[in-house]
Nanobody, 123 residues
């Protein structure tokens, strides 16, 4: 089992940057594919980016390609989301998630979730 804690959210002006972190407990962090997802009120939770266990294969939502970068440091049990060129439509609660096994974009396949961190982008 793994427990996840997000940090790094906040209020930022459009065009600005933020870096989210997701710290994980447990000794087998590298066994888990990881992902960032986001949700706004009244909408379904959606994919932002996912990253594989070891080789760092990644998949991004079209809406964030070229602006966001997902990464992980297995030695530190931490995943990151570098967000550049933020837009008001990026405003959401951002969640990190983990699943034991291979990378997937299917949100229902992620078993472990953090509590979320709020990102607000104002114009």
């Amino acid at each position: 089992q793994v427990q996840l804690v997000e940090s790094g959210g906040g209020l930022v002006q459009a065009g600005g940057s933020l870096r989210l972190s997701c710290a994980a407990s447990g000794r087998t962090f590298s066994d888990y594919a990881l992902g960032w997802f986001r949700q706004t009120p009244g909408k379904d939770r959606e994919l932002v980016a996912v990253i594989s266990r070891n080789i760092g294969a990644t998949v991004y939502a079209d809406s964030v390609k070229g602006r966001f970068t997902i990464s992980r440091d297995n030695a530190k049990n931490t995943m990151y989301l570098q967000m550049n060129g933020l837009k008001p439509e990026d405003t959401a609660t951002y969640y990190c998630a983990a699943r034991r096994g291979r990378i997937t974009v299917a949100i229902t396949q992620y078993d472990y979730w953090g509590q979320g961190t709020q990102v607000t982008v104002h114009s």
